[in-house]
Every structure is written in structure tokens, then in C-alpha cells.
């Protein structure tokens, strides 16, 4: 035996991605199980049980399943992101989408699946720089992810040095503060100003509807639609298209264009997408 959740009861395996399935539409591949037992091993810790047999045990025939349930999901969510990650898309906002917002109102961006706030706070700075050529340009920046432990990471904004690299030398002069954790790190904070334009909730993509504001201008939905199954991609873009005036954009990862097939929408650059007027 290689690993210790090939012991577990495979009702029990079973168990685990199903529920994650249909709360999160996360699929985990049954081949992953040691992925998945390696990320459950801190919380098996926490709780104090030996192995992961006893733990899944104890959430699914021990009453902890609505305790867990958060903690599981968090362990399981990939998050990885970076400031700037995919900037043809931020150019894309500069060049082509922000020239043409022409009235006083607030132009609403969402980034549907934040993680630790990364892609929120990129397009924070990209739209003070812009602010900073066309005064009177004002915004709002909703941040929205399933996992609460990446949503109030992102909430303080503090970043180790390492993940603040991708930020032109110049942008971290203007919008980060330098200081350093209780034991000594040396960390980066988004100063107050940005922080303050930047609203971050905890919000699962596949519980419809929203309960976030209609005709947004701007939708980010970046790497994590390649999570979901085909069904779910499509009940996701369109209540994200929903979301949108016409008019707006809804921009996904690189490699998930193949995923927006809501009929509202019309391509425009590599995955970017525009709602159409009805
Ligand atoms: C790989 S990160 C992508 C972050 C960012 N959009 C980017 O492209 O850098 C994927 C994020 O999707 C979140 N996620 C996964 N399933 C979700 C769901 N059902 N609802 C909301 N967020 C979800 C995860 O918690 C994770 O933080």
C-alpha cells in the first residue's frame, strides 16, 4: 500500500469528491488521491485524528460534514495566481475597453474568482495609473472567490516580497508599503487608498443566482472554469453573462475560451468576450 488513502474505504473516497462536486462543481479526479489525502494532512492534523480513514469517517459518519465542509473546500481549491498573470488581458482593459467608458459613472469591475486578491488589486493599480491621465475616471472593484481563508487573505492585501515581483518597480513605489511581519519578513501592503476600492466577498460560482450587482462593464473569469465539467461551464458563463450590461466584457483564462459559449457573446481577442446588445 503506497499511500495511506488507498486504505480508506473507497465509499468513503467516493464520498469526498462527490461532495465536493456538488458544492464547489470542483471535479477531483479518483486518480488523485494522494494530491488529495497530501492536502487534507494539515487539517487531519488540527482536528487531532491519525489518518485520513478516521477523519472522513468522523465527516461523514461522525455529524462533522457542515464543520468540515469550509475547511475541505479550502484545503482543495487551487489558488495560485500573480499580479499581472496573463496581462495581455490588462492591456487589453487600458487599450480597448477603458478609452471607451466615456460617462462620470463608476466603471464596475468583478473578479469572479479572486483567490487571494492578486487579479483585484493588478486592476486596481491599472486603473489609478489610467485615472491618472484622465482625471474624474472613478471605479468599483468587487473580488469574489468560494474559499473564506484566500477572501480574507486578500481583504488585508499584505504580500510576501517574492509574490509582489510581477509589479513594475514604479507601481510598487505608488502602491505598496513596505514593512515587515512580527518575526521578521519582509512584506508589501497595497496602501489604504486602493485597498479601500477593492470589496472582496466569500461567493460560490455555482450557487445561482448572485447575489452580487447586475450590469457590471468588466468580468474577469480567469482560471476556473477548467475546474467544472462541461454542464457546469455553461450554467456558469451564462449566469455570468447575466451579470453583464451589454455592452460589457467578460474576460476568461487563456486556455478556457472554448468555455464561453453563452449566445450573448461575441469574441474579440484572445479570451476576451463582449455581451451584445439584444
Ligand atoms: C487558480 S485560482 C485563479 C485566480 C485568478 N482568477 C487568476 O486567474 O489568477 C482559482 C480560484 O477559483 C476559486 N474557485 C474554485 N471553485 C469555485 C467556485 N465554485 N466558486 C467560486 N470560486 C471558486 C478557487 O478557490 C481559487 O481561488
Request: aromatic share 8%; with cysteine.
Amino acid at each position: 500500500m503506497t499511500s495511506a488513502i488507498v486504505a480508506v474505504d473507497r465509499e468513503l473516497r467516493k464520498k469526498l469528491c462527490a461532495i465536493v462536486t456538488q458544492k464547489t462543481g470542483i471535479q477531483l479526479p479518483e486518480n488523485k488521491s494522494a494530491m488529495i489525502e497530501g492536502r487534507l494532512r494539515k487539517r487531519i492534523r488540527a482536528v487531532g485524528v491519525p489518518d485520513v480513514r478516521t477523519y472522513l469517517e468522523l465527516v461523514f459518519e461522525g455529524g462533522q460534514l457542515a464543520t468540515e465542509l469550509p475547511h475541505i473546500i479550502d484545503v482543495l481549491t487551487t489558488n495560485k495566481t500573480d499580479f499581472f498573470r496573463e496581462n495581455a488581458h490588462f492591456d487589453f482593459m487600458t487599450k480597448h475597453i477603458l478609452p471607451k467608458h466615456q460617462t462620470r459613472r463608476a466603471l464596475r469591475f468583478w473578479s469572479a474568482a479572486s483567490s487571494t486578491g492578486e487579479e483585484a488589486y493588478t486592476t486596481a493599480i491599472v486603473f489609478a495609473e489610467y485615472a491618472k491621465r484622465q482625471p474624474g475616471f472613478q471605479f468599483t472593484i468587487l473580488g469574489t472567490d468560494i474559499s473564506s481563508t484566500v477572501v480574507s487573505k486578500a481583504r488585508q492585501g499584505v504580500y510576501s516580497r517574492d509574490e509582489i515581483v510581477d509589479i513594475p518597480k514604479p507601481m510598487q513605489d505608488d502602491y505598496l508599503e513596505l514593512g515587515h511581519s512580527s518575526d521578521g519578513r519582509a512584506l508589501a501592503r497595497v496602501i489604504k487608498p486602493l485597498r479601500e476600492k477593492v470589496k472582496f466577498a466569500q461567493m460560490n460560482l455555482t450557487a445561482m443566482p448572485y447575489p452580487v450587482d447586475k450590469n457590471m462593464d468588466v468580468i474577469f473569469l480567469r482560471n476556473v472554469l477548467i475546474y467544472f465539467n462541461d454542464a457546469m461551464q455553461r450554467q456558469v458563463i451564462k449566469a455570468i453573462t447575466d451579470h453583464l450590461r451589454p455592452g460589457g466584457y467578460l474576460i476568461v483564462g487563456h486556455s478556457e475560451s472554448a468555455a464561453a459559449t453563452d449566445p450573448r457573446l461575441t469574441q474579440h481577442a484572445a479570451a476576451v468576450f463582449r455581451k451584445e446588445a439584444v
